[in-house]
């Protein structure tokens, strides 16, 4: 079946300007997580969305970084007022939640690399 | 706070030949889970194999296989028969019960498989 998709899958901006990174999850998975891949730092989370419930916002770097998820299945990050040290590759996943939660394998999508100029 | 250190920024191994990835990891959550992924350079992570804190024998998938030793926390990937395409990053991540669903990533380790 269709794995992961994002888009665009690359980006490149001016310093200042709004972005939006849009992902599109495996059909049925309730779990979406956004994570950040960077020379400098990694690979780190960003926000969780598990069903209806208050998303998980605790690895976004700063307020000028949101996330939403309409109708339980695309979720878009925005991105305000871009920087330089914004630019990255931002990975979207997503699994089947918390009922089948033994392994709940996270399956990623290709990303979207974002430059700042 | 949970980590993963990954000792080898980059490895070699000759075709056909074993190899073992080393990952260490830190949690004071008796419940966890450990995945390694393994990322080409196109970009995708690829999911190779899990292992449970409370697993009784050690995971395996075809040539990947995890050496779990829970005392040491260590959770080594050993990939068997090495092939070309299997020259990727390779990332250990882990996940915690009491920590929500985010995976905490190592900092990879680059393999480069050889004639």
């Known amino acids: 079946g269709a794995g992961v998709s994002q888009s665009p899958s690359n980006k490149v901006t001016e310093k200042g300007k709004d972005v939006e990174l849009r992902c599109d999850p495996i059909s049925g998975h309730t779990a979406l997580y956004w994570y950040r891949q960077s020379l400098g730092q990694g690979l780190e989370f960003l926000i969780y969305f598990q069903g209806n419930s208050a998303p998980d916002k605790s690895g976004l770097p700063s307020d000028r970084f949101s996330a939403e998820r309409t109708g339980g299945s695309v979720s878009t990050l925005t991105i305000q007022r871009t920087q330089q040290e914004d630019s990255a590759v931002y990975l979207c996943?997503?699994?089947?939640?918390?009922?089948?939660?033994?392994?709940?394998?996270?399956?990623f999508g290709p990303g979207t690399r974002l430059t700042v100029l | 706070a949970q980590k993963i250190t990954q000792t080898q920024p980059g490895m070699f191994v000759q075709e056909k030949e074993a190899v073992t990835l080393d990952c260490t990891y830190d949690t004071s959550d008796p419940s966890y889970g450990l995945f390694w992924y393994k990322q080409p350079s196109s970009g995708e992570m690829i999911f190779l194999i899990y292992q449970g804190s409370y697993d009784q024998q050690n995971a395996t998938e075809g040539r990947y296989s995890l050496n779990f030793q829970k005392a040491r926390k260590s959770a080594n990937l050993v990939i068997s028969a090495s092939q070309l395409g299997d020259s990727a990053m390779y990332f250990c991540?882990?996940?915690?019960?009491?920590?929500?669903?985010?995976?905490?990533f190592g900092t990879g380790t680059q393999l480069k498989v050889e004639l």
């Open positions: 996943a997503s699994s089947w939640g918390d009922s089948h939660r033994r392994t709940d394998t996270q399956y």
């Open positions: 991540a882990m996940r915690v019960t009491g920590g929500g669903n985010k995976l905490t």
